[in-house]
């Protein structure tokens, strides 16, 4: 019983980090301006490096808000502390909205934990557990660029597909059997970001909003993932109250020695 708990808090947990639809932000929203097709560029590798050179640049990215999560039907509230140090690790704090913490996430390029505080349990698994639940090219850092809200640096290719339609720009291709389709606003910032693997039932998609300026750049403080693995259905809504980038932050992440390891 245990372990099936633990299974699933470490689903919750994942989930959370590869996603952001909430409500209004406490700071000012940027609103996209309206785009003049007459200055599109139409030189491919130009608008290419425009769209990359427009992603969020940080060090250390804080996030603090609510999550409504729906997995299978099921619905749950917390509360989510998420804080990131570029390229190196991803920690999750999930508290129940009783102040309870639930669980603890820590992700690293080779490696997922996650502490089950309820049943007193911990989950420790190499990286590419995760390919349980999504697609194997789903690696650390296109986790990392779908929570920062950015578009992935590895779809951002030559071989991809670049259009101007209706004042805002459309890019999508196929990398390795994943399909992949990003619609940028015109802040060119990404907006919808879809990814798909017919053959193994695997879909994601992660819509963004509300941006809002933080350190002089733009980021979406409303996420909304929705995804479908074979027959888990994940639901994920988040409204971040306040975020905060390159600060000083600290990633605490102890396993109590009485805890049971389980796989």
């Known amino acids: 019983m245990k372990c099936n708990n633990l299974k699933r ?50 060090i250390t990215l804080s996030l603090k808000g609510k999550a409504q999560l729906n997995m299978n039907g099921a619905d749950n509230n917390v509360s989510v502390n998420i804080r990131m140090l570029k390229d190196r690790k991803i920690w999750m704090r999930i508290t129940a909205i009783a102040g309870i913490e639930v669980a603890r996430v820590l992700v690293t390029p080779d490696s997922i934990q996650v502490i089950n505080r309820l049943h007193g349990v911990v989950l420790q698994k190499p990286f590419n557990y995760i390919h349980t639940y999504a697609n194997k090219e789903v690696n650390f ?32 291709g196929i990398k390795n059997n994943l399909g992949f389709q990003i619609l940028f606003n015109t802040l060119l910032k990404a907006e919808e970001t879809n990814l798909n693997h017919a053959s193994a039932a695997q879909a994601l998609k992660v819509v963004y909003a509300n941006y809002q300026k933080v350190n002089g750049n733009l980021f979406p403080s409303s996420m909304q993932l929705n995804s479908l693995s074979g027959k888990r259905k994940v639901d994920i809504d988040f409204e971040f109250s306040k975020i905060e980038s390159d600060v000083e932050m600290d990633f605490p992440f102890t396993v109590p020695k009485s805890y049971e390891v389980v796989n």
């Open 141 to 172: 850092k296109l986790l990392q660029e779908l929570l920062s809200g950015n578009a992935p640096q590895d779809f951002l290719l030559e071989e991809a597909d670049l259009t101007f339609q209706n004042g805002v720009w459309l890019l999508k």
């Open 9 to 58: 808090i470490g689903w919750l947990g994942l989930m959370m980090v590869l996603t952001i639809s909430a409500c209004k932000s406490r700071k000012v929203v940027v609103a996209p301006p309206v785009a003049k097709i007459d200055t599109v560029n139409t030189r491919k590798t130009e608008n290419l490096l425009l769209l990359k050179n427009n992603n969020l640049s940080y």
